[in-house]
């Protein structure tokens, strides 16, 4: 620990503020938990973790048992005081628009128990614009606000929060000063802004990350028509600094609980503001395109699909997480059922319950592919990309199609198996 330590509350015990409390708990800050629901709370107390989220478990229960870390209803909070991180949720509307409920609850109950001095960072993805209404409104009761854009990824928020690119601070120097002593022990560069830059610095961020997946989703397509083979393709571009390598994985399209949403507000921020995203818009409909790509392929290769056994394996959005939001397989098994497939599901972590989208879930992988005519790989899951294809070949039916939309499998390894392989940009 570094300096006078502010002690540290935050709301919401979802994947941000679990994992933020967890791992600035372990940096030896004192941190409180406030979390509304008293399933997660009852949960949070008795050392389980409400999400998975690899090492978030140990890290809670080592600042349990320092005594550093502990979990809250609000109503049991008291006074506000140091740092009031906010880390509710900012779901998607249908107009695209966030919806900021949660964040509005939770800034009124900090004006009315906040001691002067506290600073109050964000960290829910709030849209830009936001945070300067915000700080006015807090400033009246003696609270400084910053933005403090997350760049965690599921699946590796932990990693991600030790090892991150960057933390972005937008706010007064002074609130800004007290905010850099939380991550005094990361090895990151800081950029300080104001608190509109910070916001569209994560709308962006994400945004651009979803740019970079469309882009070579479209150029998987071409490749699909050429002959070319958008693996390489991804590779040679990613080589090129001025690129990167990263996010040029090529399949059915990005999911989760941040793109979707994230793309879809910026667009309506945009277009609130009276402008146009073009790119944006299109990026967006690309994705929605991608999910259809086994649907059509199946049906080119196998005809009518009434009847046919389709086991769709993989049901998250990615892998080593268990969250199905916007999920690829939440879209695509219906469409397969609306053309009368029998669709089973499989995911190597067990989602709770027996029922997904509509289909049954198989308990092993080889109950999922036996018998099957055909497989759509919809998440990456190591169990699923190292299987032993060969095995799992020799158990499916007709054809034995193996759709891989994540281009996770061996095409070769698929074809010398008896299977028919197809990938997304990577034709024979
Ligand atoms: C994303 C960002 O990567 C984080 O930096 C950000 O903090 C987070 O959103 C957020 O706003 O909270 P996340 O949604 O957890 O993180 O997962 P990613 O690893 O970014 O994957 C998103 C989706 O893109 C997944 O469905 C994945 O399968 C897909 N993807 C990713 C591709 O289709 N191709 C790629 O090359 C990479």
């Known amino acids: 620990m570094h300096g006078m330590a502010d002690k540290i509350t935050i709301f919401g015990a979802g994947y941000v503020g679990l994992v933020s409390g967890a791992c600035l708990a372990h940096s030896g800050h004192d941190v409180t938990l406030l979390e509304t629901d008293e399933g997660k709370l009852d949960s949070l ?6 999400i998975f989220e690899p090492g978030a478990e140990d890290l809670i229960a080592e600042g349990v048992a320092a005594g550093r870390l502990r979990f809250l209803h609000p109503d049991e909070a008291g006074p506000l005081g140091g740092i009031l991180v906010i880390a509710v949720g900012t779901p998607t509307t249908t107009t695209g628009a966030a919806d900021l409920t949660a964040v509005r609850t939770v800034v009124d109950r900090i004006a009315s128990a906040a001691e002067p001095g506290a600073i109050v960072a964000m960290k829910s993805t709030v849209p830009a614009g936001t945070g300067v209404r915000l700080a006015e409104k807090l400033r009246g009761y003696g609270c400084e606000y910053v933005s403090n854009p997350e760049f965690l990824r599921e699946g590796s928020a932990v990693q991600d929060w030790y090892h991150t690119d960057r933390i972005v601070l937008g706010g007064t120097p002074v609130a800004l000063e007290r905010m850099k002593a939380l991550y005094a022990d990361i090895d990151a560069p800081v950029l300080t802004c104001d608190i509109t830059s910070a916001e569209m610095i994560k709308y962006a961020s994400n945004a651009f990350l979803a740019t970079k997946i469309s882009f070579i989703n479209e150029i998987a397509s071409i490749c ?4 070319a083979q958008v ?9 090129d600094a001025r690129i990167g390598k990263d996010f040029l994985r090529a399949g059915i399209g990005w999911g989760g609980s941040c793109f979707p949403k994230d793309t879809r507000a910026l667009d309506f921020i945009a277009t609130i503001n009276g402008y146009d995203f073009h790119l944006l818009r299109a990026v967006i409909e690309v994705n929605a395109r991608q999910r259809v790509l086994p649907v059509r392929a199946l049906k080119s290769e196998l005809g009518e699909l009434e009847g046919k056994r389709v086991a769709v394996l993989g049901l998250t959005f990615k892998p080593e997480t268990d969250d199905t939001r916007e999920a690829p397989a939440l879209e695509i098994i219906p469409l397969l059922a609306a053309e009368g497939a029998e669709v089973v599901g499989y ?3 067990t989602l709770g319950g027996d029922d997904y989208a509509g289909v049954r879930v198989c308990p092993t992988l080889d109950e999922a592919v036996a018998c099957a005519e055909a497989v759509v790989i919809t998440t990456e899951w190591p169990e699923i990309r190292d299987a032993d294809w ?21 095409p070769g390894r698929v074809r010398d198996a008896g299977g028919t392989y197809l ?4 034709p024979q």
């Open 347 to 349: 995911n190597p972590m």
């Open 45 to 50: 107390r008795r050392g389980v973790s409400p």
């Open 224 to 227: 699909d028509f050429l002959g």
């Open 390 to 410: 060969t095995a799992l070949i020799a158990t499916m039916a007709g054809r034995r199609l193996v759709y891989d939309g994540r281009n996770c499998l061996d």
């Open 231 to 239: 693996d390489d393709v991804a590779a040679g571009i990613g080589m």
């Open 423 to 426: 990938g997304v940009g990577r």
